[in-house]
């Protein structure tokens, strides 16, 4: 089998339409891609996608982009082949082109618990770590916030207050989350999102907790779901264990209900269990786990 290596052009849409497809048809919440989705998800997700070819004929593709935040982590989105007998040798094939560049020296990707297609990373070298869960909660009336501490107000955020935003949310992660004119992207790709939308917490002057809160757009435009989602999310390592942030995702809740949405998901880590006590005591389940399976490719 000779196959080549190139990035994905015009021409190939039409097959990486049916190869996306056929792959992720049976994943939770699936939305059809056509060569719009496709190109749409490239470009807000920044990402570069290989195609495996034989005589002309594409016989699959992945597309991955580079977590800066993870030590430029190479994350694999997708990875699909034609069915047949030759499949999981050019799933490998596209795999090991990925490792051979992975700048960082890892390379992750995310799974839905319980597919099969665990163990094909597994046999590929990847050691299963935990995951992210999905989680949700029906919106069907105003929850009561919490009682804080005096001194702290919420509130929503200001048009002159992003780089305050920006500098909190990223100080709560520990890492860059954000950059500076996110906000113009999020209100090009999730109108009708403003400033309104996102939820701070204020002691002193100084935003020490922020919760944002958007429309689930794909989901609202594709499945016609009337859904809100959370994230990101974070409080300042100094502010914590003061009830904000159930406060901010209540407060973020609500104002989602009120602008008519009757349900709200977001994601957060399986280990982080006092972020999910929090959600359960707001009404918040388990729709699914994604787990992670990485290599380390310097110790492979």
Same mark, same amino acid.
């Given at each position: 089998?000779?196959?080549?290596?190139?990035?994905?052009?015009?021409?190939?849409?039409?097959?990486?339409?049916?190869?996306?497809?056929?792959?992720?048809?049976?994943?939770?919440?699936?939305?059809?891609?056509?060569?719009?989705?496709?190109?749409?998800?490239?470009?807000?997700?920044?990402?570069?996608? /290989?195609?495996?070819?034989?005589?002309?004929?594409?016989? $699959?593709?992945?597309?991955?982009?580079?977590?800066?935040?993870?030590?430029?982590?190479?994350?694999?989105?997708?990875?699909?082949?034609?069915?047949?007998?030759?499949?999981?040798?050019?799933?490998?094939?596209?795999?090991?082109?990925?490792?051979?560049?992975?700048?960082?020296?890892?390379?992750?990707?995310?799974?839905?618990?319980?597919?099969?297609?665990?163990?094909?990373?597994?046999?590929? $070298?990847?050691?299963?770590?935990?995951?992210?869960?999905?989680?949700?909660?029906?919106?069907?009336?105003?929850?009561?916030?919490?009682?804080?501490?005096?001194?702290?107000?919420?509130?929503? /955020?200001?048009?002159?207050?992003?780089?305050?935003?920006?500098?909190?949310?990223?100080?709560?992660?520990?890492?860059?989350?954000?950059?500076?004119?996110?906000?113009?992207?999020?209100?090009?790709?999730?109108?009708?999102?403003?400033?309104?939308?996102?939820?701070?917490?204020?002691?002193?002057?100084?935003?020490?907790?922020?919760?944002?809160?958007?429309?689930?757009? &794909?989901?609202?435009?594709?499945?016609? /779901?009337?859904? $809100?989602?959370?994230?990101?999310?974070?409080?300042?390592?100094?502010?914590?264990?003061?009830?904000?942030?159930?406060?901010?995702?209540?407060?973020?809740?609500?104002?989602?209900?009120?602008?008519?949405?009757?349900?709200?998901?977001?994601?957060?880590?399986?280990?982080?269990?006092?972020?999910?006590?929090?959600?359960?005591?707001? $009404?918040?389940?388990? &729709?699914?786990?994604?787990?992670?399976?990485?290599?380390? /490719?310097?110790?492979?």
């Amino acid at each position: 089998m000779t196959i080549q290596i190139s990035e994905l052009t015009n021409k190939h849409l039409p097959i990486a339409v049916g190869l996306l497809n056929e792959e992720y048809r049976n994943s939770y919440e699936f939305i059809p891609f056509d060569e719009e989705r496709i190109l749409s998800q490239i470009r807000q997700r920044g990402l570069k996608v /290989l195609v495996a070819e034989e005589n002309g004929d594409v016989l $699959g593709l992945i597309g991955t982009h580079t977590h800066a935040e993870e030590h430029l982590e190479e994350h694999v989105s997708w990875l699909a082949a034609c069915e047949g007998h030759n499949q999981r040798a050019v799933e490998n094939i596209l795999v090991n082109e990925i490792e051979k560049d992975a700048k960082g020296g890892t390379v992750m990707t995310m799974i839905d618990e319980g597919s099969p297609r665990i163990n094909d990373w597994i046999n590929r $070298g990847y050691a299963l770590h935990p995951g992210f869960q999905r989680m949700s909660a029906t919106l069907d009336g105003l929850k009561p916030i919490p009682e804080l501490a005096e001194g702290a107000k919420l509130r929503s /955020l200001r048009p002159d207050e992003e780089e305050k935003l920006v500098t909190a949310i990223n100080a709560g992660f520990g890492w860059q989350r954000l950059e500076l004119g996110v906000l113009e992207t999020w209100k090009s790709e999730d109108p009708p999102f403003s400033e309104e939308w996102v939820q701070v917490a204020e002691i002193g002057q100084r935003i020490v907790s922020a919760v944002v809160a958007k429309p689930d757009t &794909d989901y609202v435009e594709y499945l016609h /779901l009337k859904r $809100g989602h959370l994230g990101p999310a974070a409080t300042l390592p100094e502010f914590r264990n003061k009830h904000l942030a159930s406060a901010l995702t209540a407060r973020a809740m609500n104002f989602l209900f009120e602008k008519g949405m009757d349900s709200v998901r977001l994601g957060t880590s399986e280990q982080n269990v006092s972020s999910i006590a929090l959600l359960r005591s707001l $009404g918040f389940q388990v &729709d699914i786990v994604r787990k992670i399976l990485r290599k380390d /490719l310097k110790n492979a």
